[in-house]
C-alpha cells in the first residue's frame, strides 16, 4: 500500500467508525462484515511487510558483502561497514519502504482494535439514550 492509499483509506475509516444515535444498530449488526473488511487489508499489508523485511535482510547481507570483501577501501570494523550499507542508496529506498509499510501495518492494528471495541461502545451509546429517554 502506498502513502497515496494509505490517506485514502484513513478518510475511510474515519467515515465508517462514526457512531451516531441514528445508526448505532446498523453499526452493531455491521461490526463484523468491517472486522473482515479490515482484517483482509491487514493481513495483506502484514505479508507485504514481511517480505519487505526479508529483501532487506538480503540487502544487508549483500552490501555487508560487499563492503567487508570487494570494496576498494579496507573496512574493518562492523560499524565502518554499516556506515557505508546505511548510506547505501538502494539499501536505504527499501529500508525506508520497510518503515513506512510498518507505519501502515501498526495503523491498521489499531483499527481492528478498535472496531473489536466498538460493540462496547455501541452498547455504552444504546444505553446512554436509554438513560437519556428515562427508561
Not at 554499516?82 to 501498526?106: M, P, R, S, V, W
Request: with cysteine.
Amino acid at each position: 500500500m502506498n502513502w497515496n492509499e494509505y490517506n485514502r483509506l484513513k478518510q475511510i475509516v474515519d467515515k465508517e467508525l462514526v457512531i451516531t444515535e441514528d445508526n448505532a444498530l446498523k453499526k452493531s449488526l455491521d461490526t463484523p462484515l468491517l472486522y473482515h473488511k479490515y482484517l483482509d487489508i491487514c493481513t495483506n499489508q502484514m505479508r507485504y511487510v514481511k517480505t519487505l523485511t526479508k529483501d532487506v535482510k538480503k540487502k544487508y547481507k549483500e552490501r555487508y558483502e560487499h563492503f567487508k570483501f570487494k570494496s576498494d577501501f579496507q573496512l574493518d570494523s562492523k560499524s565502518e561497514i554499516e556506515t557505508f550499507i546505511f548510506g547505501d542508496e538502494e539499501y536505504a529506498n527499501l529500508k525506508h519502504e520497510l518503515d513506512t509499510q510498518e507505519i501502515i501495518l501498526h495503523y491498521l492494528e489499531e483499527v481492528l482494535s478498535t472496531i473489536q471495541k466498538s460493540s462496547f461502545h455501541i452498547k455504552n451509546f444504546i444505553d446512554y439514550a436509554k438513560f437519556r429517554a428515562g427508561q
